[in-house]
């Protein structure tokens, strides 16, 4: 899937020229503390992470486009083994809004309610799946409001988002952002 749309934003997957904006985004502290590893990564790495994503039918990955300007980065991914996009039962999501403009922004869920629609609509998932750190609690926050349901609460929070959780949650957010 190359490029999605709606909401007032678009997702279109990430090219070699993107690499060096992607990584001076994940590389900022504001960005990278809710990571789960949070390594300064080189010029060297990001260009081995776009040569393996590229042939992984297991994973996509997006920049996030609001009115023709990069705002930050989207991907999912088939989170049990053996299995790609195409046939998952189970995907975990992942979005962050490398703008400094944006962040902390009602803009930030158009981008996962795209994703989200194309996960449960076009790749018929049974659940999303994500984990957060517990010391993120906007993200924790950001999830629930969108339906997530706490599966096992740690240092690490796991969470999953059926589709009928996700449409009786996301209909008020979801006409707003259509706008």
Not at 60 to 72: A, D, E, M, T, V
Not at 87 to 101: H, S, V
Not at 138 to 146: F, I, M, P, T
Request: positive net charge.
């Amino acid at each position: 899937m190359k490029q999605l749309a709606g909401y007032n934003v678009q997702l279109k997957s990430v090219e070699f020229e993107d690499l060096e904006l992607l990584r001076g985004w994940r590389n900022d502290p504001q960005v990278s503390q809710f990571m789960l590893s949070q390594e300064l990564i080189s010029k060297e790495q990001q260009t081995a992470w776009f040569n393996k994503i590229q042939r992984d039918p297991a994973q996509q990955h997006w920049l996030i486009y609001y009115k023709q300007q990069p705002i930050g980065s989207a991907n999912i991914k088939a989170i049990y083994q053996g299995q790609t996009l195409r046939n998952a039962t189970t995907i975990e999501p992942g979005l962050y809004i490398g703008d400094k403009r944006y962040r902390g922004n009602l803009l930030a869920f158009a981008p996962t309610l795209l994703i989200n629609d194309y996960c449960f609509e076009q790749l018929k998932v049974k659940q999303l799946h994500a984990v957060v750190k517990q010391s993120n609690q906007a993200a924790l926050n950001y999830n629930l409001k969108l339906g997530y349901k706490i599966q096992k609460q740690a240092e690490l929070v796991e969470i999953t988002l059926t589709e009928r959780d996700y449409q009786q949650a996301s209909q008020t957010l979801k006409r707003f952002l259509s706008r």
